[in-house]
Each structure stands twice: as C-alpha cells, then as structure tokens.
C-alpha cells in the first residue's frame, strides 16, 4: 500500500463540507440530553446516525423528576427516546432493548428490575415493559398512566395530552393484572365508565379524564409493585 501523500499544510486536509452541521446538531443533542457518560452516549448517537436510526436525543432539557431517588434512572424524556426507538414493532429482543438502554446511560440493574418485574423472556412485548417503565416513574396506578399519556400524546406541550382510548386500556389493564389483587370486574366497570367520555372526545382519554376518580386505585392495589422499578 502506497505511503500517503505528505502533508505540509493544513489546507491539504479535507474536511467534508456537512462536518460542521453534524457537530452543530450533535452538540444541541448533548446538551438537551444531558447524558451521565458523554463519550458512551456519543457511540449510540453516531452509530444511530450512521444507520439512520432513531437518535438517543430528548425533545428538549427536562428537570429531574420528584419520585426518582437520584437523577441518574429512568425520566419521561429518556422513556419517551426509547418508545421511539422500539415501538415501530409490537416486540423486540431483549438484546436491542438493553443496546438502547445502555446508550442512554441507563443504570442496568434498574433494567433488570424491569424485566424481572415484567416477567419477560428474549422477546418482549414492548407495550408491556413501556407500561412497566411508567410504573418505574409513576409508582402508583394513576400517576403511571398520567406520565403515559404526557409520553405517547400528539398533542402540543401543555395541551390535554390525550391518547387513543384503546391504548389507555390496554396499559391500564396490563399494570392493574401486575398486581394481581385488581379484580377483573373493577377493571373492566372502570374501562366500562371511561368509554362514554372516550366517545365524545373522538376516542381519546387524557389524564384530567381519570385523575381525580375515586375508583382509579383498588384499595388492595399494593404500591410496592409500581414503587419496585425506581
């Protein structure tokens, strides 16, 4: 292989003319992310770019939230990254998902409280553990779904947050059956009563919808079980 040319100059040097809109966009990314491990966080982001794969990058800098005992867990913004990485496939592979987690920073040993509480093998339904990771911000029934809706909303930042109906009912009930002690009938007469309001709102639900309902919480709902993944 032949020698490469010498160089005298810094004019010989060829920097590629979207160089600097890469390092741009890149440092915006860092600072709205704010990632514990700069230099881990910045493989994930140029390997994601290369591909064309969704980014590890927040929608914009977020405050810590009040429930986490440290500011180095799981936040809606990271939670939000990762369902727009993984949720275009109703499942993934535990594998991906621990990729993903591990580029963003993530504390392992939270993720494996997850998967543990969630019961999941090699494939995961990826709605389940979205669920689950709420849970893990929420640590109650209501306050889970109430950080599910602000996550999956389309609507503007500060609107109502609502989400498809069907898909409240499909994460209410998923983290009701986890405890185990919700009876199915209290789930379904709590689905049942929600489903009018739905209708009028062109089958959306949004938080102001169910927090202050009485019969959101069973009284035999035990916290530990949301208060396990923080």
Request: proline share 6%; net charge negative; with cysteine.
């Amino acid at each position: 292989m032949p020698l490469p040319d010498t160089m005298y100059c810094a004019q010989q040097i060829h920097i590629p003319p979207q160089l600097p809109d890469i390092l741009k966009n890149f440092t915006k990314a860092a600072i709205r992310t704010q990632p514990k491990d700069l230099l881990l966080w910045s493989a994930a982001y140029f390997s994601a770019l290369s591909k064309g794969e969704c980014l590890p990058v927040k929608d914009r800098l977020e405050m810590n939230v009040a429930t986490q005992k440290t500011d180095t867990g799981l936040s809606p913004g990271l939670l939000k990254i990762l369902h727009k990485q993984l949720s275009p496939r109703e499942t993934c592979s535990k594998e991906e998902l621990q990729k993903k987690w591990k580029g963003l920073c993530l504390p392992m040993d939270q993720l494996e409280t997850l998967l543990s509480l969630g019961s999941f093998g090699s494939d995961i339904n990826w709605m389940e553990f979205f669920a689950l990771g709420c849970s893990a911000l929420g640590g109650t029934l209501v306050s889970s779904l109430k950080f599910a809706c602000e996550i999956l909303t389309e609507d503007d930042e500060g609107g109502a947050a609502s989400i498809p109906f069907n898909t409240f009912g499909q994460l209410y009930t998923y983290l009701a059956h986890l405890d185990g002690d919700m009876p199915q009938d209290h789930i379904d007469n709590f689905l049942r009563s929600l489903q009018a309001q739905a209708e009028l709102q062109h089958g959306m639900i949004k938080p102001l919808d169910f927090i202050h309902r009485d019969d959101m919480d069973s009284s035999n709902v035990s916290r530990a079980t949301f208060s396990g993944a923080e």
